[in-house]
């Protein structure tokens, strides 16, 4: 599943730029968008596996210094 996980050209908004991530291909007959979702939270007769919380839990220190980077050069760039 994790092989599956693509993403988009970056795009613009009212809101600011952002970029799609999807799950796409077909596995075992299914949508990988639904094992996915399936494997994140779980069904009746199986536990979830959250592993899109646990990934964006853990990428959340590099994503904030890697935007404070970003934002530190911009201030530079404006003599602020």
């Not at 009212?14 to 799950?23: E, M, Q």
């Not at 075992?28 to 899109?52: C, D, M």
């Amino acid at each position: 599943v994790a092989r599956a996980v693509t993403k988009s050209k970056p795009r613009k908004r009212k809101s600011g730029p952002y970029i799609d991530i999807t799950f796409k291909g077909v596995q075992h007959g299914n949508r990988l968008a639904e094992i996915a979702f399936v494997n994140e939270y779980g069904k009746k007769s199986q536990p979830a596996r959250p592993f899109i919380r646990k990934a964006n839990d853990d990428s959340t220190g590099h994503s904030e210094m890697a935007a404070l980077k970003v934002y530190d050069k911009w201030l530079k760039s404006k003599g602020l």
